[in-house]
């Protein structure tokens, strides 16, 4: 070109680059713009090549072409190199449209992503959430290997150094790379991230980059050390409760948990951890019973049964065995859980209160007879004296007056009959106080005599001595009513009815192991048989034998010094009730 921009000379090829519509050769290089011509024109004016790109207009209604060119100034003129780069612009166009739309639908994507230069280690392309996570405008460069200006701790909060990092690692050429980072933010929190990492390689097979996908598992780890530390406190729970806490796996009759309670209650090791079955938990029970049960528990029904359990070691046992779903009601499969708890104890109370139940009614009973036979023997008593008690002011102020045989007896009944029934509720207070297993012979005497003994004088005027013997309920009962006669019977007409009378009632064991008891009056007046059968001595002769058991003797004495009654009988001994 000379200075006013008019070809001096053109090759074949630019004269075929330059051509127009209908193959006239193009002027002076206008068409291809301002910018052409500016930089032509500054190449002549400066001296110093130039180089410029830009578009053609098409003729008659074809493309505009794109051309680059390359000036160089000299003394005989410019010198213009021009190329035509309408293929290779429209590859780069099409290029940077497809990286704008993979940058688009990568901005989208819910995990950060990495790709990056193995050479240099320059990030070529990073999306939206990768800045979002780390908390950054922009990577610092350079970015990788492994982010070495973005700060990583692992979990024990120690750094991780740029060469263990994922990235780092890909790049050496190491596949699958996956790990878990506390990455510092640039904000300065700490998240934690999930790194998975994979080389890129050439058709050689060399690392040319690494790609990278990055999620924030911040919640994730949080959820995790929640269901961490809730399955401790349960495992801490399980393990302390006295119960079996027991799971299956969903669908399945696999235990997913037992209790170690379990080697308590069942006497027997527990299955080995991810080996033991529902089965594990019926063993022991009748077969039937765990056959139902296990088909209860399987089809998802509620159970609460009450079973026996034969015990490795033989000992007694009962169970209370529990299960319910766990999870949404709507689920197709639900986890299936429970407890299992020793509730032998319970059941042996229960026993032990229907045992008793059943021994109070049968008590009542007897008392309610015994009170209607004192009622009984009492008015025939009472009937054949036909007159009062001596020693009742009441009644001898009534025979002062002219009462009737009539009321004599009526008050002689009253009297006699009320001392009768205190003298019963003494000897049901002692066995109340046993739980009606029986009460000591000591404390029987103690009871029985009370009234005469607390008296003034009363101890000294009534001894009573003897070594540790326990009674059965029976004999305490009829014991209690037999000194009561007796002590009754010597108000009345023996030794305590004057002050120099003494009563002493003793007992030892014989030979054979059974117990002699001496009732002994002294002091009192002259004694002779008496001519018919009391109340006292009925009860004496009759009905103390009964109740005293096989084996027992009583035998009444008259001397003229003082009566004497040989009570002779086996005693329980052990002090449980039969």
């Known amino acids: 070109l000379d200075p006013l921009l008019n070809p001096v000379y053109q090759n074949g090829r630019a004269r075929a680059l330059l051509r127009r519509e209908g193959g006239a050769a193009a002027g002076p290089p206008t068409p291809f713009g301002p910018d052409f011509c500016d930089a032509f024109e500054r190449a002549f004016r400066t001296g110093v090549p130039v180089s410029v790109s830009g578009s053609m207009p098409g003729e008659a209604g074809r493309p505009a072409r794109r051309f680059a060119a390359d000036g160089f100034p000299s003394p005989q003129g410019l010198t213009v190199f021009f190329r035509d780069v309408t293929a290779a612009h429209a590859a780069e166009e099409a290029l940077r449209a497809s990286e704008a739309r993979l940058q688009a639908v990568l901005d989208h994507v819910p995990v950060g992503v990495l790709l990056a230069e193995a050479s240099s280690g320059r990030v070529l392309l990073a999306n939206r959430r990768l800045y979002e996570m780390l908390g950054l405008a922009a990577l610092p460069e350079p970015a990788v290997p492994g982010h070495a200006r973005v700060p990583a701790f692992d979990a024990a909060g120690r750094p991780v150094p740029m060469e263990a990092r994922a990235v780092a690692r890909a790049m ?302 029976r004999q305490a009962l009829g014991l209690a009513m037999a000194l009561h006669e007796l002590a009754t019977n010597a108000t009345k007409h023996g030794a305590l009815r004057v002050a120099e009378g003494r009563v002493s009632l003793t007992w030892t064991y014989g030979a054979d192991g059974a117990v002699e008891a001496l009732w002994v009056e002294s002091g009192g007046p002259t004694v002779t048989p008496p001519e018919g059968s009391g109340f006292g001595t009925r009860l004496l002769r009759h009905g103390l034998a009964a109740e005293l058991g096989p084996g027992s003797h009583i035998v009444l004495d008259y001397p003229a010094d003082g009566f004497q009654a040989r009570i002779g009988f086996e005693p329980v001994g052990n002090g449980v009730t039969t």
């Open 172 to 473: 050496r050429g190491e596949e699958g790379v996956s790990d878990e980072y506390r990455f510092q933010r640039g904000d300065g929190r700490l998240v934690w991230i999930r790194i998975l990492a994979a080389p890129i390689r050439d058709a050689a097979g060399r690392v040319t980059g690494v790609v990278a996908a990055l999620a924030d598992i911040e919640a994730e780890r949080a959820a995790a050390a929640a269901l961490q530390a809730s399955e401790e406190r349960f495992r801490g729970f399980a393990e302390a409760s006295p119960d079996v806490v027991w799971m299956l796996e969903p669908g399945s009759d696999r235990l997913a948990y037992l209790g170690p309670a379990y080697e308590t209650i069942w006497g027997a090791p527990p299955p080995e951890p991810g080996t033991g079955r529902l089965a594990d938990l019926t063993r022991g029970f009748a077969p039937a019973e765990a056959a139902r049960v296990e088909s209860a528990i399987l089809a998802g029904e509620p159970v609460d049964v009450e079973l026996r359990l034969a015990r490795a070691d033989g000992q007694p046992c009962w169970v209370r065995l529990i299960s319910f779903a766990i999870g949404e009601a709507k689920a197709e499969v639900r986890q299936i859980g429970g407890v299992a708890r020793n509730i032998t104890r319970r059941r042996e109370a229960t026993d032990r209160q229907s045992l008793l139940i059943a021994e109070l009614n049968h008590r009542v009973k007897n008392t309610l007879a015994t009170v209607l036979a004192l009622a009984r023997q009492t008015e025939r008593s009472a009937r054949r004296a036909g007159r009062a008690p001596q020693g009742d002011a009441a009644v001898a102020e009534g025979a002062a007056t002219g009462a009737t045989d009539a009321r004599h007896r009526e008050a002689r009944f009253v009297a006699d009959f009320q001392a009768r029934l205190l003298a019963l509720a003494r000897g049901h207070d002692l066995l109340t106080a046993s739980t009606w297993r029986g009460a000591s012979l000591q404390d029987v005497a103690a009871g029985a005599l009370a009234p005469w003994r607390d008296e003034p004088a009363g101890a000294a005027r009534i001894r009573v001595a003897g070594p540790a013997v326990w009674l059965a309920p």
